[in-house]
C-alpha cells in the first residue's frame, strides 16, 4: 500500500500544470511592459508586411522558433492556418522569420481602434484569407513568470447564422528550446483577454507560440510581460 500511495503521489505532481490562468487586468497591473505595435504607423489592412524578426522593447517576434516547423491545418471556413509540427527548439531559444509574404503584417486594427499584429498564414500577405492565419512566436530577452495578450476574433455570420468558433493554442517554451505546456483556448467573439503565470512563481517562460483555427484568423495587441527585475 506504501508503494501504491508513494506511486500515486509521482504521478499527481508530475500531472500538476506548469502554467495556470491569472486575470489579464492583474497583470496589466502588476508588469511593466507592454508590446502595442504603435512604433509604425497607423494603416488600414493589410497593412505593413514584415518579412523579417520584429523587434520591440524586450522581445523579438517572428513566425516560430528555430527548430521548430509548421504544418497546416483546416479551419471549419476550409481556410488552411499554420500549425505547429515540431514542437522542441534549438537551443539556446530563438526566433525564425517565415518566408516570404507568411511571417507577419501590422495593420490598424477597427476591432481594438489600434495597431494589432496579424500573424502571417499559408495563404499570405495578398490575401484575406492569409491575414491573422498564421503563427505568432514571442520571444523575451529575459525568462518571464507572467504573460499577457488580447486577441481579437470575428467572423461575418451567413444569414445570421452564428459561425463556429475557432480555437487558439499557446505553447509555452523555455529558454533550452523544451515545451513547458500547451493551453488550448476557445476565445469569444471580438476581444478576449488571457493571463498566465508559472504555477510555481518562478520566472521559466522564455517564449511563447501562438497559433489558431478561428474563421477569419485573429489580431493580437497588447502582450504584456516583465522587463524590470521583480521584487516581490
Do not use: C
Not at 509521482?10 to 505595435?37: C, G, K, W
Not at 455570420?157 to 523555455?174: C, E
Amino acid at each position: 500500500m506504501r508503494l501504491l500511495a508513494s506511486f500515486l503521489l509521482i504521478l499527481s505532481t508530475t500531472a500538476q500544470a506548469e502554467i495556470r490562468d491569472v486575470p489579464y487586468h492583474v497583470l496589466s497591473e502588476r508588469l511593466d511592459n507592454r508590446i502595442t505595435f504603435e512604433t509604425l504607423p497607423q494603416r488600414p489592412e493589410p497593412g505593413f508586411n514584415l518579412d523579417h524578426p520584429l523587434r520591440s522593447t524586450g522581445a523579438w517576434m517572428g513566425e516560430r522558433f528555430k527548430g521548430q516547423s509548421l504544418t497546416q491545418r483546416m479551419s471549419v471556413s476550409k481556410i488552411p492556418h499554420d500549425a505547429l509540427g515540431q514542437e522542441n527548439a534549438y537551443r539556446p531559444l530563438s526566433i525564425q522569420a517565415g518566408p516570404k509574404n507568411r511571417n507577419l503584417s501590422i495593420a490598424y486594427h477597427r476591432g481594438f481602434g489600434s495597431n494589432a499584429v496579424l500573424p502571417l498564414g499559408p495563404e499570405g500577405f495578398s490575401n484575406l484569407s492569409g491575414r491573422g492565419e498564421g503563427a505568432l512566436a514571442v520571444l523575451f530577452d529575459t525568462d518571464q513568470r507572467s504573460v499577457g495578450f488580447r486577441v481579437h476574433t470575428d467572423y461575418a455570420a451567413p444569414l445570421g447564422q452564428k459561425p463556429d468558433r475557432g480555437q487558439i493554442t499557446v505553447y509555452f517554451m523555455t529558454r533550452m528550446g523544451h515545451l513547458l505546456e500547451t493551453r488550448v483556448l476557445s476565445p469569444d467573439l471580438g476581444i478576449s483577454e488571457f493571463g498566465f503565470e508559472t504555477s510555481d512563481q518562478r520566472a521559466r517562460i522564455a517564449g511563447i507560440l501562438i497559433t489558431n483555427t478561428d474563421p477569419g484568423g485573429i489580431a493580437i495587441d497588447d502582450i504584456l510581460f516583465q522587463i524590470e527585475m521583480m521584487l516581490f
